[in-house]
T-cell receptor, first 114, second 113 residues
């Protein structure tokens, strides 16, 4: 089946640090990639949608200057959490969708800001 | 009203029984529906997709879609302890050129040995 790789799987860092998360589709071209955030015991909340070569579309309430998304190729998207604070601690999950491919998720990144 | 609603459970069934998970949606634009399984601390894994009315079977899983009633369900036959997880119902909602997967809050299933 389709594989989406997400890295790193876990990050622990100090407040004020910027953290970059990578999402790669390994065996298909991802026309669209999605970034979600999930707090404990809650469902996934879509943060933004990105199409290759264009600016990401952010959901209401998500700060685009804080969560920088780059989708430079059909197989790679990155999410950078800039100047992270403890309230940004969460489980961040990417997914990728291609032609004739429903969304497949990466393994997620657990971010802990001290 | 939320666009995709699930009974959050928890739902407990004995090993070997049929687990029935239900989901309703409010947006008639939805054309595609998905069931994801999420183990604790892990990301969701796609287990079933369904696009047309009726039943779709894949191994021990059967998805059922009734667009008139805006209802989609997942049946798990011969439930195993390894099926214990949170099951997320999702609907693909199209609006113009944008498409967005909207998730329910998930139903926590426990299969008791």
């Amino acid at each position: 089946g389709a594989v989406v790789s997400q890295h790193p799987s876990r990050v622990i860092c100090k407040s004020g640090t910027s953290v970059k998360i990578e999402c790669r589709s390994l065996d298909f071209q991802a026309t669209t990639m999605f970034w979600y955030r999930q707090f404990p015991k809650q469902s996934l909340m879509l943060m933004a949608t990105s199409n290759e070569g264009s600016k990401a579309t952010y959901e209401q309430g998500v700060e685009k200057d804080k969560f920088l998304i780059n989708h430079a190729s059909l197989t790679l998207s990155t999410l950078t959490v800039t100047s992270a604070h403890p309230e940004d601690s969460s489980f961040y999950i990417c997914s990728a969708e291609g032609r004739n491919q429903p969304q497949h998720f990466g393994d997620g990144t657990r971010l802990s800001i001290l | 009203q939320k666009e995709v609603e699930q009974n959050s459970g928890p739902l407990s069934v004995p090993e070997g029984a049929i687990a029935s998970l239900n989901c309703t949606y409010s947006d008639r634009v939805s054309q595609s529906f998905f069931w994801y399984r999420q183990y604790s601390g892990k990301s969701p894994e796609l287990i079933m997709s369904i696009y047309s009315n009726g039943d779709k079977e894949d191994g021990r899983f059967t998805a059922q879609l009734n667009k008139a009633s805006q209802y989609v369900s997942l049946l798990i036959r011969d439930s195993q302890p390894s099926d214990s997880a949170t099951y997320l119902c999702a609907a693909l909602i199209s609006s113009g050129s944008a498409r967005q997967l909207t998730f329910g809050s998930g139903t926590q299933l426990t299969v008791l040995p």
